[in-house]
């Protein structure tokens, strides 16, 4: 079935810093992966897509790659700012449907 | 704030009570997707219109969920017999005909 996933639930990292987000994801029929923000108290808010047919797209101070041979994504956040910190979660949207299928999120902390 | 409102934002009822919540998108967006978020992890698909048309329901949407898009403007999704499990965010959100869905802030449901 679907299943997108994460690596670390929680990733903590100095201020200034760069940071990278990792996902597997284990359907090869997706047309979008998109990256969600979601900080306590609030509904995700988008951050960034890219397309199946795509190895990368930048943002700004984010970058996204997609590995489909390891069928594996990541979000590069650089320069780490406080505000950044938050629960950042990948998506699918599966070939012909409209949902999208979270993962269940990875937990950013910037210290100081 | 994304522009999506949803109301209540949070509702404590008794086990075998209904209760009702209420979603009004952009006016922009024709398509409307309600999700349910549990603590820990990220959101689930439970169903989505396109204007007033329902277009797809997850297995998570038991019978006794029913929801509504009257005039594709707004929308209501009513739970029936509330159960303990119940208790969860749900969310709504709404796009364009993009991969970018607005957010709302979610209604908190605590099932007692």
């Known amino acids: 079935g679907e299943s997108v996933g994460l690596h670390l639930p929680t990733l903590s990292v100095q201020e200034g810093d760069n940071s990278i987000i990792n996902c597997a994801y284990s359907n090869s029929a997706s047309d979008y992966f998109i990256w969600y923000k979601q900080e306590s108290g609030k509904g995700p808010q988008f951050i960034i897509d890219i397309r199946s047919n795509m190895d990368k797209r930048q943002g700004q101070r984010v970058t996204v790659l997609l590995n489909k041979t390891v069928k594996h994504l990541s979000l590069q956040i650089a320069a780490t700012q406080p505000g950044d910190s938050a629960v950042y979660f990948c998506a699918e949207v599966y070939t012909g449907r409209r949902a999208l299928t979270f993962g269940s999120g990875t937990r950013l902390q910037v210290q100081p | 704030d994304t522009g999506v409102s949803q109301d209540p934002r949070h509702k404590i009822t008794k086990r075998g009570q209904n209760v009702t919540f209420r979603c009004d998108p952009i006016?922009?967006?024709?398509?409307l997707y309600w999700y349910r978020q549990t603590l820990g992890q990220g959101p689930e698909f439970l169903t989505y219109f396109q204007n007033e048309a329902q277009l797809e329901k997850s297995r998570l949407l038991s019978d006794r969920f029913s929801a509504e898009r009257p005039k594709g403007s707004f929308s209501t999704l009513e739970i029936q017999r509330t159960e303990q499990g119940d208790s969860a965010m749900y969310l709504c959100a709404g796009d364009r005909g993009s991969t970018e869905a607005f957010f709302g802030q979610g209604t908190r449901l605590t099932v007692v």
């Open positions: 006016s922009e967006h024709n398509r």
